[in-house]
């Protein structure tokens, strides 16, 4: 079983994390968690992009997670733990290029125009596959990477009340 573990939707992420956990334990089968930014980041081909990833979703409110990925032969792998940021604050960690991937709303989308070393991919990437999360879970499951589904948690980034 492959779930999302985050970030997201507070909500989303308790009831689909339930649901796999429970799930994985009744019929005693290998779970894997997979952080959502992972998930938008396999979405990008290495041909699409020269210099950096960074991978980003809505956080409300002005804000946005991201966490920037380097290439390697397996993939895409997260340089970062994820963090939350605003769009300016995000724009100045940018030192090199840059391309953006993700939920980009229409203010970012501005503001990554605008910032130099900056660009993005199309917009239609932004659609969440169920198909990456299938591929990565499929090779982890090939590695024998399993997570534990009893310590197994969601990855949030701020309060519950949206805080």
Known sequence: VAVALGPGSYTGLR????????????????????????????SVSRSQISGRL?????????????????????????????TNYTWPELLATVSELTTFV??????????????????????????????????IGWQRLRQNEADDPRTLTPLYFRNPDGS
Do not use: Q
Request: with cysteine; charged share 20%; aromatic share 6%.
């Open 15 to 42: 009831i689909g994390l339930g649901a796999a956990k429970g799930f994985a334990l009744a019929n005693h089968t290998p779970i894997f968690g997979i952080p959502t930014l992972d998930i938008v980041a396999a």
């Open 54 to 82: 960074v991978a980003v979703i809505e956080a409300g409110r002005t804000r946005v997670s991201a966490a920037a990925y380097e290439w390697e032969r397996s993939g895409w792998v997260a340089a970062a733990d994820p």
């Open 102 to 135: 993700g939920e980009i709303s229409v203010e970012g989308m501005k503001l990554i125009r605008t910032t130099k070393n900056c660009r993005m991919i199309s917009p239609a990437a932004a659609v969440r596959r169920p198909a990456f999360l299938a591929e």
